[in-house]
């Protein structure tokens, strides 16, 4: 028998397949996420996938589809169909998970981190085993966090330098938690999907949003239709890569360990460039013609002040013993 007609793939699946859980040729897996081509996000997902094919000689190939295009461009309903196994993988934001899991917005709390080693300590800590573990029960399997990043606002009709500059300005938000947030400042919030969002913006529907620079601000081109741009370092999003835990059950302990591995070599490089892309990027939306303004510690004060109402009531919907795990986490990490 020669195998002079059969790809590589499939040979080394066949020349293995005794051992292999897929011995006729590469198994494609789909990969949801909820941004554009561009993003750090696809850039950890792809590279999420070069590794998974390269640590089980190809037995495996993941197919990313960008844009919340396989939930229909609903960025939220993509968790609730990895967890029933509709979708095999997803890379999304905590964010938005909420709806199906509340206890995921205790990321975002308004002003909850103050750097990345706080970050850090949570993400890559207990605190985010907890998550993982509830987000078990939902039937998604979390194998690694990524990073969105700190969010900033951007807006297109004066700087923001004080709680009061956001009354009344009409802002797109992605989740329920900022709504409050937003109602906390006197803006008037607006909760839509972020591929909508461009156009929104660029035809005036509303005058801003808020996301972070690396991985969403600078490859998605916000720069080309919004014109200040304030760090307030509000609210974290960390992004994770989750995978049906159905299609988690199928795979054998060789397969799961190299799909573990790879999913941990990508977000580590997914959450470098991300924060790559952030350090550099003020001095480059500066060049593209944005006005950044970067407040005080004193300014930085008065926001969290302000969103304090919003912080206590979700606290309350995540749950005073989690939030509480993050804080003292927080508090033993400086
Ligand atoms: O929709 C957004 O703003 C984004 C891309 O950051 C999230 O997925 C939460």
Redesign the pocket.
Known sequence: MSFINFGRAAAVALFAGATLAVPAGAETLRLSH??GDATTWHQGAEKFGELLSEKTDGAFDVRVFPNAQLSGGD?MKQAEMVGRGALDLVL??A??VTPLVPEMAVFSLPYLYANYDQVDATTQGAPGETLSEILAEKGIKVLAWGE?GFREVTNNVRPIKTPEDMKGLNMRV??PMYIDVMNALGANPQQMQ?VETMTALQQGVVDGQE??IGA?IIPQQVYEVQKYLTTWHYSY?PIFLGVAQSKWDEMDADTQAAMQEAADEAMAYQRQITREGTENGIAFLQEKGMEVYEPTAEELDAFRAATQPAFDEWAQKVGTDIVETFQTTIADSQ
């Open positions: 909820n941004t960025q999304t934001s964010i938005n969105n992605a989740g972020w996301n972070p969403v999003d």
